[in-house]
């Protein structure tokens, strides 16, 4: 599985949009791009995925570079709930094994 | 619930104890997975189950055995654990080989081991 790499924290104003960035320069063709987050102690909650379309669902968007090295995940209007640790990781199939970085910890400030 | 149900959600056992955790969903997955969350560190996968074989074993110690009898269960077996095996222990499913769908995630049981 490819490496991802992100901002060890950011903060966000809650109303405002929440842009996490990731580098996965290293993506493989056949690698998708996943985010997920997790609330302190709790499990890691899906976000979304994609592979080189951009995609977007009831929690967020994903925003997939052309070349696939980068993705930004984007909370639209990002509330106090937000706040947590969010993991950008890339893998082929279910069945491979993920790899989990140490994440983006967003603070959603009112 | 997210469909993935971990038991306990705590535990306290001594070194010389053996326990088992329990993992259960009902989502219709087909592979299951054990990481395991130290403070103040990344997931670290332990296992990996495929329609119920092993596809996945990140070099855990012989103290953690993991049993998965079908594909909606998984265990993981406890024995002469150290305290420095005190985490949290997430249980996770996802569709099976070749489908690229999230996973889901219990809840995890945060181990004590004293």
């Known amino acids: 599985d490819a490496k991802t790499t992100q901002p060890p924290s950011m903060d966000c104003a809650e109303g405002r949009a929440a842009n996490l960035p990731c580098n996965h320069s290293t993506i493989s063709g056949n690698e998708y791009v996943y985010w997920y987050r997790q609330i302190h102690s709790q499990g890691p909650q899906y976000i979304i995925h994609?592979?080189?379309n951009n995609e977007t669902n009831e929690m967020a968007s994903l925003i997939i570079t052309e070349d696939r090295k980068s993705s930004t995940l984007i909370l639209p209007h990002a509330t106090l709930r937000d706040t947590a640790v969010y993991y950008c990781?890339?893998?082929?199939?279910?069945?491979?094994?993920?790899?989990f970085g140490d994440g983006t910890t967003l603070t959603v400030k009112p | 619930e997210t469909g993935v149900t971990q038991t306990p959600r705590h535990l306290v056992m001594g070194m010389t104890n053996k326990k088992s955790l329990k993992c259960e969903q009902h989502?219709?997955?087909?592979?299951m997975y054990w990481y395991k969350q130290s403070a103040k560190k990344p997931l670290e996968l332990m296992f990996v189950?495929?329609?119920?074989?092993?596809?996945e074993n990140n070099s855990v110690p012989s103290r953690f055995s993991p049993e998965c009898p079908n594909s909606s269960h998984l265990f993981l077996h406890l024995h002469t654990l150290q305290p420095e095996d005190s985490a949290l222990y997430l249980c996770a499913s996802s569709q099976g080989q070749g489908e690229t769908g999230g996973y889901t995630f219990g809840s995890g049981t945060r181990l004590t081991v004293v």
């Open positions: 990781i890339v893998r082929a199939t279910n069945a491979g094994k993920s790899t």
């Open positions: 989502l219709g997955h087909n592979a």
């Open positions: 189950y495929n329609f119920k074989e092993q596809t």
């Open positions: 994609g592979l080189k």
